[in-house]
């Protein structure tokens, strides 16, 4: 998409369109995902500890794999994996032709903290748009 050109609209000089026509164009190639990532960080922490109070223990590997995930374009927590604890899977969610019912640990300990997480990433866009509306307004 091109930027916007104010003389092709207004017909001539405005002042401070070209200005804002440039930081609109910068905003709209700014992903606010990426913008901070120390708030996805809190929020996923707040979310792997609220995990782990509500995961079943027995020998701690499973307490132990629970980890977090804060990418580009996701942000998660994840338990288990081949080598550490690969009974993770059908632990949470389950395994019918083995008799095993889902737990659901990870879910119901996320439900539990869920306005604390989610106010994590609230705080973070809130930061996002400060930073934003002292560059616009």
């Given at each position: 998409m091109a930027g916007f050109n104010p003389r092709k609209i207004?017909?001539?000089?405005?002042?401070?369109?070209?200005?804002?026509s440039r930081d609109l164009d910068k905003l709209r190639r700014t992903d606010?995902?990426?913008?901070d990532d120390a708030a996805a960080r809190r929020a996923t922490n707040r979310?792997?500890?609220a995990a782990e109070v509500e995961a079943?223990?027995?020998s701690g590997r499973?307490?132990?794999s629970l980890g977090q995930r804060v990418r580009k374009k996701f942000v998660g927590i994840k338990a288990g994996s081949r080598v550490r604890a690969?009974?993770?899977?059908?632990?949470?969610?389950g395994w019918p032709g083995h008799n095993i019912r889902p737990n659901m640990f990870?879910?119901?300990?996320i439900n539990k903290d869920i306005r604390g997480i989610l106010g994590e990433f609230e705080s973070?866009?809130?930061k996002w748009g400060r930073s934003i509306g002292r560059r616009f307004f």
């Open positions: 207004f017909g001539g000089n405005v002042d401070g369109v070209e200005e804002l606010p995902v990426e913008l979310a792997k500890r079943p223990y027995r499973l307490v132990r690969p009974h993770a899977g059908p632990i949470h969610w990870m879910i119901r300990g973070g866009v809130t």
